[in-house]
């Protein structure tokens, strides 16, 4: 897998650009458990099957979605295929990005997977998934999303100051005491930065303090208990309990597992491997 940052004209709205291989996606094919990010993904496969998600273990068939897909923030886990020879090209997007790119609140597409085609319309959706399939290699895919990405920006762009304000603060700071910094209501901010963001600003922070134990357990040979109070977490229980919710395993477990793509936990017959 390749990544980059995108040019400066997307970079308010665009995380980073991701482009992957087929020897990216080698192994078994079969199920993987995607880990919850707080940030909404575009994908579109290059070749290979349409993206398929599962509502759970016991879904055998799931849900093709299409070949380019609007994955929406989540604030927990989801099961997805996975496609040995497929070539992706995507981007990870920031608070904001949703209504400017898609024409939708991030909070409508939250929790779910959502195909271009229904937010841009066949014939633009289609034509992206083409040019993307006929580049030659994975810079050049990257270098072509990020230009049919700038093209559909408007030309003047902000994001609500307060939600700018919140997404400085969070998870360092409690929601209540963020929300009292905005000067506006409890409900008015949570609705401001559910359209932005796509989730509500607590469960937000929660994804946030998972990703950086998550990061901590991957990168320190800290003891869990003293990574749980410097990530936030009331104690080594705590940590995992949110462990158990978000990832599926024990911080003990996910510290022990190899995968390629740190959110991306491969299932084996009774679960994670």
């Not at 990870?92 to 085609?117: I, V």
């Not at 989730?199 to 003891?223: E, I, N």
């Amino acid at each position: 897998m390749i990544q980059r940052l995108p040019i400066p004209a997307l970079r308010p709205f665009v995380a980073r650009l991701w482009a992957s291989e087929d020897a990216d996606a080698a192994g078994d094919a079969g199920r993987e458990r995607l880990l919850p990010t707080g940030a909404m993904h575009l994908a579109v496969r290059a070749a290979g099957a349409p993206v398929r998600v599962y509502d759970g273990p016991d879904d055998a068939a799931g849900k093709a979605v299409g070949l380019a897909v609007v994955g929406g923030a989540r604030a927990a886990p989801y099961l997805r295929d996975r496609s040995p020879g497929a070539r992706s090209v995507g981007a990870m997007l920031r608070p904001g990005a949703a209504r400017l790119l898609f024409g939708a609140g991030a909070g409508e597409l939250a929790g779910r997977h959502t195909a271009l085609a229904v937010l841009w319309g066949d014939a633009p959706a289609a034509e992206l998934s083409e040019r993307l399939a006929l580049a030659r290699d994975p810079a050049r895919r990257l270098d072509l999303l990020e230009v049919l990405l700038a093209a559909r920006l408007p030309r003047v762009t902000a994001l609500h100051p307060a939600v700018a304000e919140a997404l400085a603060r969070l998870p360092s700071e409690e929601v209540a005491a963020v929300v009292a910094r905005t000067g506006h209501s409890h409900r008015h901010l949570v609705a401001l930065f559910r359209d932005a963001v796509g989730l509500a600003p607590k469960a937000y922070a929660r994804v946030l303090r998972f990703q950086r134990a998550a990061a901590a357990l991957r990168g320190s040979p800290a003891p869990v208990a003293e990574i749980a109070l410097a990530c936030g977490y009331a104690d080594q229980a705590h940590l995992g309990r949110e462990f158990l919710a978000l990832a599926g395993v024990p911080p003990a477990r996910f510290r022990r597992l190899a995968t390629p793509f740190p959110n991306h936990l491969p299932l084996g017959p009774s679960g994670p491997r």
